[in-house]
Structure formats: structure tokens, C-alpha cells
């Protein structure tokens, strides 16, 4: 589309809106479903988006539920469509067993981060399971008197 059918496209249609805004009723009046139909139609094709909203005078959120209402069917009407995941035939089904990765001991929820500072300026940074703390602990401040939430 050029330039110059782009402006006057864009033109007559805001003649028309503005046509339309001087003859309504009432302040609340809503617009005609053929003046929507209309704008969706230069919406799609025309690349400045925003100046078009701004010339015809209508809002992203007028806009996006009159596309919604009636515009683009395939991506308004179906969009859960696009991520369903068909389910696997028992028979090909996985039947591995699960690896270090994925067993409980390793999981997410057991395994932390801990920052150790020493009185000399050492620091140790270490990622590692909850099981294994207390000893990380006790070899990193020398000795086995160091406790963790009252537990020796």
C-alpha cells in the first residue's frame, strides 16, 4: 500500500467518523459496527498504528475489542488451539527410571545457597543440599562445635 492511498484511505474515513460524531444524538451514543468494520480494515494495513488511533480518535482498548468482537477470527476466536499437546499412547510412554536430576534428594526444594564469611575475610559461596550443611559448615569454621539452628 502507498503512502499516498495509505493518507487518503485514512482521511476520507476520518471524514466519516467526524461525519458521524456531529450528527449522533447523544455523548454515548456507540459507533457504527461499519465504521468499525472499516477502521479494523486500515488498522491491519497500515503501518503507523498509533497515529491512525489518533487521527480517528479511538482508543488501544476500543481498538483491541472491536478486533476481539469482530476481527481476526483465527487468532481471537481459537487461541487455545495453538498449545494443546496431544496426549501419548500408553504404549509409547516412557518407562525409564528417573535420573540423578530428578529424584527427591536433589530436588529444587532441598537444595540451597550458602555465603560463609570468616573474621579473616574469607568467603565461600556454595550451592548444595540441605542434607550437607552442617557438615560445610563445621569444616569451614574448623571444628565441630559449630551449630545450625541449635542442632550440633
Known amino acids: ?4 492511498t495509505e493518507t487518503t484511505e485514512l482521511e ?8 458521524w460524531r456531529t450528527k449522533k444524538t447523544c455523548q ?3 459507533m457504527p459496527i461499519e ?9 491491519k494495513k497500515y503501518p503507523h498504528q498509533s497515529q491512525l488511533q489518533r487521527r480517528l480518535g479511538v482508543s488501544t482498548y476500543q481498538l483491541k475489542n472491536k478486533l476481539k468482537e469482530f476481527g ?4 481471537y476466536n481459537n487461541p487455545a488451539e495453538l498449545c494443546q499437546i496431544p496426549d501419548i499412547p500408553q504404549d509409547k510412554k516412557s518407562t525409564r ?19 560463609l564469611c570468616r573474621k579473616d ?8 543440599t540441605t542434607q550437607s550443611m552442617q557438615e560445610i ?3 569451614f569454621l574448623g571444628g565441630d562445635n559449630a551449630t545450625i539452628n541449635g542442632q550440633a
Do not use: C
Open 35 to 43: 465504521l468499525w468494520k472499516e477502521i479494523i480494515v486500515l488498522y
Open 121 to 128: 575475610g574469607a568467603i565461600m559461596k556454595i550451592h548444595t
Open 97 to 115: 527410571e528417573p535420573n540423578a536430576k530428578t529424584q527427591d534428594k536433589f530436588s529444587a526444594l532441598a537444595t540451597v545457597v550458602v555465603e
Open 72 to 75: 481476526d477470527d483465527s487468532l
Open 28 to 30: 454515548g451514543q456507540r
Open 12 to 19: 476520507q474515513l476520518a471524514a466519516k467518523i467526524e461525519q
Open 137 to 139: 559448615i563445621n569444616s
Open 1 to 4: 500500500m502507498s503512502k499516498i
